[in-house]
Every structure is written in structure tokens, then in C-alpha cells.
């Protein structure tokens, strides 16, 4: 019996600590949470309209005028899947529901590609590389970018945009996926897995159902083509940005809801094995007095 009482005040120690430990993640995540929501909820807005701004002038210019190919749409003979994962786990299924995202879309729609080894590999974070590390051959991965969490400022993440926008130019890569997590608030976080180059054309699509065929007539100041060489580049950049602190914000969402929810279980594991600690207490203090009852009666008959 002293055994059991000693291997429960054992586990109620060890569920003590690590209830600790879960609750100053929680405290620790809830504070990035603060700092990375406001990040992406400034962000949001600005991106979300450049990119439309930008789908408007590609829909209404060709490519010549815009000085790029951004906008074009090409046979996809090569794909570049960037995944945008955390560096680190305890975040629940956040990093395993964006990798099954990106997985989900090379299975169905790049099936063949990666059947003949035409699809690429970019990843953001350690969580997404030590997966596709396992799956994708050492060729089709793309490794430099991995520790990119460790710099989230606006230069250092575009470079990988950059990057993205020059291979796809340059005609190595024919569209450019970007599989990240999407934050709408600390409990939710939505796995994506959006075009990112060409940029999508939702003018042309908005005309097809209204069956219009109206060209926005935009004024262009400086001239059309510096403006656009510049502009361009820029709103791409903006864009991937949203992407990364998208996925930081959901990131520290999911970990503190994670943590929330292992702290609500130790408070549960806590009351069960006290329970089992005071019925076995009581047990053993019960055997003891019978023992006790029962020599004084052999010692007075």
C-alpha cells in the first residue's frame, strides 16, 4: 500500500511541474500572440488591397505595358510550393494541417509533376522541412530559407519573394503555391493554400459572370512603365509578407490555445489521482487501525 501512496504523490508531482511549464507557455505565447496579431491585423488591410490594385492594372494592361509577366497565365509545366510552418511544435495540429494542405494540393492537382519530378519544394520553417525532407528528393528541395522565422522583417522575407518572382520570369517556374497558416483569431487558424504567381486575374473572372467587357482607364503618373516596374515588385513583396505574419500570428494562436487546453487537462489529471491518493490513504490508514484493533484484542484475550 505504501507503494501505490508513493507512486500517485510521484505523478501528482510530475503533472504539478508539468502543469507549470504549460502555463507559462501559455503566458509566454499569449504575449507574442499580442505583438504578431497586431502585425498582421495593420498589415491585412494595406495587403489585401495592393493585391487588388494590382489584379485591376494587370487585368487592364498587357504585359509589355506592365514591363513583367507576373499576370500572365502559362501551360504549368514546373511548380514551386512554397510551406510556411512554424520552427517549433506544442502548437497542436497547426504545422501538420498546413503540411497536409500543401500535400493535398500536389496529390490532386500537380499529381503528375511530382510524378516526374517537376515540382518544387520551398521551405519556411523547421516544422515543414523536417517533413518534406522525408518525401520531396534533395534536388527538388529548396533549404535557405528554413530559419527565415528568425527575421521577420520586411527585406529579409522578401527575399524569398524575390526569389519566387525572378524564377518565375525567368520562366523556370510556370506558377508559384503558397501553403500557410491563415490567422482569424486565437482558436482559429485555417490552412491555405493560395496562387501566388501569376497573380490571379479577378477583374477577367468578375467580367465572365457578368458577361461586361469593361477596361478601367487608369492614369498613370510618373509613366506607365516606371511606375509599374516599381509598383509591381513591391505589392508581390507586401503580399508574401502578409503570408509569413499570417502564419507567426496563427503560430502563437495555436500554442496558446494548446497550452490552454493541456493546463485544463492537468487541473483534471490532478483532481483524479487525488482522489486515488486520499482513497488509498484512507485504505491504508483503515488496515492499520484493524491491524492495531485486532493485536490489542490477541494481546487482551
Do not use: W
Not at 495592393?50 to 485591376?56: D, E, G, H, Q, T
Not at 509545366?77 to 494540393?105: D, Q, W
Not at 468578375?206 to 487608369?218: F, R, S, T
Not at 487525488?274 to 484484542?297: C, D, F, P
Amino acid at each position: 500500500m505504501s507503494g501505490q501512496l508513493k507512486e500517485v504523490r510521484e505523478r501528482i508531482k510530475s503533472v504539478n511541474n508539468t502543469q507549470q511549464i504549460t502555463k507559462a507557455m501559455k503566458m509566454v505565447s499569449a504575449a507574442k500572440l499580442r505583438r504578431a496579431q497586431q502585425a498582421i491585423t495593420e498589415m491585412r488591410p494595406y495587403a489585401d488591397r495592393l493585391n487588388k490594385i494590382l489584379a485591376n492594372i494587370l487585368a487592364n494592361v498587357s504585359s509589355d505595358e506592365a514591363g513583367s509577366s507576373f499576370g500572365v497565365e502559362r501551360e504549368v509545366n514546373k511548380v514551386l510550393m512554397i510551406v510556411v510552418t512554424s520552427n517549433r511544435g506544442l502548437a497542436g495540429a497547426f504545422n501538420t494541417n498546413i503540411i497536409k494542405a500543401a500535400k493535398a494540393k500536389m496529390a490532386t492537382e500537380y499529381a503528375e509533376l511530382v510524378r516526374q519530378g517537376k515540382l518544387d519544394v520551398l521551405c519556411i520553417g523547421k516544422k515543414g522541412y523536417d517533413v518534406f525532407r522525408k518525401s520531396v528528393d534533395a534536388d527538388r528541395m529548396i533549404n535557405d530559407y528554413v530559419a527565415l522565422f528568425e527575421d521577420l522583417s520586411f527585406e529579409n522575407v522578401a527575399t524569398v519573394s524575390q526569389l519566387a518572382m525572378d524564377k518565375f520570369e525567368s520562366g523556370d517556374y510556370d506558377r508559384v503555391e503558397v501553403a500557410y497558416g491563415q490567422f482569424r483569431n486565437a482558436a482559429v487558424q485555417e490552412p491555405t493554400v493560395t496562387q501566388f504567381l501569376p497573380v490571379k486575374d479577378e477583374q477577367k473572372s468578375k467580367k465572365k459572370k457578368e458577361d461586361k467587357d469593361v477596361k478601367a482607364d487608369y492614369l498613370f503618373e510618373p509613366s506607365k512603365k516606371e511606375l509599374l516596374e516599381e509598383l509591381i515588385p513591391t505589392i508581390l513583396q507586401t503580399t508574401f509578407q502578409k503570408f509569413v505574419l499570417d502564419t507567426h500570428a496563427s503560430e502563437h494562436g495555436a500554442r496558446m490555445t494548446a497550452m490552454d487546453k493541456a493546463t485544463e487537462n492537468a487541473n483534471e489529471l490532478l483532481k483524479d489521482l487525488k482522489i486515488t491518493y486520499n482513497k488509498a490513504r484512507q485504505e491504508a490508514i483503515t488496515k492499520e487501525l484493524s491491524e492495531i484493533v485486532g493485536g490489542a484484542a490477541a494481546l487482551g484475550g
